[in-house]
C-alpha cells in the first residue's frame, strides 16, 4: 500500500515538474516585450517612411502639404529629365571607381596587417582613423589636397615644373577625385571586416599548407581567399549600398559640377526636395534609388553566391 502510494506521489510529481517544463517552454505574448524596442524603431524609422515615401511619390506635393493625386507622373518627369538620368549614370561611375577599390585595397591591407606585432596594430589603428572622421573634415581635407594652384598636389607638382590635375575643375576628373577622398575615408571598414575574417581561419591550415612545401600566392588561392568569401561578399554589398548614397563629398567639394557631372541621385534627391520643394518629385527619385540600390546589391549577392557554388 505504502509503495502504491509512493510510486503515485512521484507519478503526480514527474507531472507537475512536466507541466512547469511545458509552460516555460510555451510561447507567452509577454515574451514580444523583449524585442518590443526594436519592432518600435524599425517600424518607426524603416517601415512607415518606406510607405510613406511610395504614397508621396504618387502626389503633387510641396513645402505647403499633400497635394492631388498624380500617379506615376512624378516618375515619368524624372525620367525625362536628363539631369537625372546623367544623376544615375553619375552614380554607378562613382560605384564602379569606389566598390572594387574598397574591397580590394581592404583586402590588401588586412594581409598586410594580419600580424601580432606593436607596429601592426598601430597601422590598423592609423587606416581606421580615417573612417571615424566627418565628411566634412575629409572634404575639407581633401580640397586642400586638390585646390589649383595652391594645393597640396599642385606644390608637390610644382616642385618637378608640372601643373597638377584639376581634379575639382575638369570635368573628366571631377568624380576621380571625389572617388579617392572617398576610398582614403572608408578604407577602414573593409579593413576591419577582412581582419576580423582571417583571424577566424584555422591556424592549422596554414600548417599543413606549410608543410606540405605550399607559396604564399598557393596558400591565399586555395586557403585564404575561399575561407573568407562570405566575408568579401559582405563587404561589397555593404559598399555598394554605401557608395550608392554618394552626397556630402559631392556637394561640399564640388556642388555636383562642372556641368553636373559629379551630381550622384541623392544630390539630385536633395534638390528636388528641399531647394526647389517638389516633394513628390523628391520621393519618387528616392524611390528609384531604393530599387536600384536593392538590385545592385541583390544581383552582387546572387553572382557571387553562385560562383561560390560552382567553385
Known amino acids: 500500500m505504502v509503495d502504491v502510494t509512493l510510486s503515485g ?36 524609422l524603416l517601415v512607415i517612411p518606406l510607405f510613406w515615401g511610395i504614397w508621396l511619390s504618387l502626389h503633387k506635393a510641396d513645402a505647403f502639404g499633400t ?33 572594387p577599390a574598397l574591397a580590394i585595397l581592404g583586402l590588401m591591407l588586412a594581409l598586410a596587417l594580419n600580424r601580432k606585432t606593436k607596429a601592426a596594430a598601430v597601422l590598423r589603428a592609423v587606416y581606421f582613423s580615417s573612417s571615424v572622421l566627418s565628411v566634412t573634415i575629409v572634404t575639407l581635407i581633401w580640397r586642400i589636397v586638390f ?54 581561419v584555422p591556424a592549422e591550415i596554414y600548417e599543413a599548407a606549410a608543410l606540405d612545401n ?5 596558400t591565399l588561392r586555395y586557403i585564404t581567399l575561399p575561407s573568407i568569401r ?5 563587404v561589397l554589398i555593404i559598399q555598394v549600398v554605401l557608395q550608392f548614397q554618394l552626397f556630402g563629398q559631392s556637394k561640399l567639394m564640388t556642388l555636383g559640377g ?25 520621393a519618387a527619385a528616392s524611390e528609384v534609388l531604393f530599387v536600384l540600390i536593392l538590385i545592385a546589391a541583390m544581383a552582387q549577392y546572387f553572382i557571387s553566391r553562385r560562383r561560390g557554388e560552382e567553385g
Open 9 to 44: 506521489a512521484r507519478s503526480a510529481a514527474r507531472a507537475v515538474a512536466r507541466q512547469k517544463v511545458q509552460n516555460i517552454n510555451a510561447p507567452l505574448w509577454r515574451n514580444a516585450l523583449f524585442v518590443a524596442p526594436y519592432l518600435f524603431f524599425f517600424v518607426s
Open 67 to 99: 497635394g492631388r493625386f498624380v500617379g506615376i507622373d512624378n516618375y515619368l518627369r524624372l525620367f525625362r529629365d536628363k539631369i537625372f538620368i546623367q544623376a544615375i549614370g553619375n552614380t554607378f561611375y562613382f560605384a564602379f571607381l569606389t566598390v
Open 147 to 200: 585646390i589649383g594652384n595652391f594645393g597640396l598636389l599642385a606644390t608637390i607638382y610644382g616642385w618637378f615644373g608640372a601643373t597638377s590635375p584639376a581634379f575639382l575643375s575638369d570635368p573628366k576628373l571631377a568624380m576621380i577625385g571625389i572617388a579617392i577622398a572617398t576610398i582614403w575615408w572608408c578604407i577602414g571598414l573593409p579593413m576591419m571586416l577582412f581582419l576580423s575574417a582571417l583571424q577566424q
Open 214 to 218: 605550399a607559396s604564399r600566392w598557393r
Open 230 to 234: 562570405r566575408t568579401f561578399v559582405l
Open 258 to 282: 562642372p556641368n553636373n557631372v559629379s551630381k550622384p541621385i541623392v544630390f539630385y534627391i536633395y534638390e528636388a526636395a528641399f531647394t526647389k520643394w517638389d516633394l513628390g518629385l523628391g
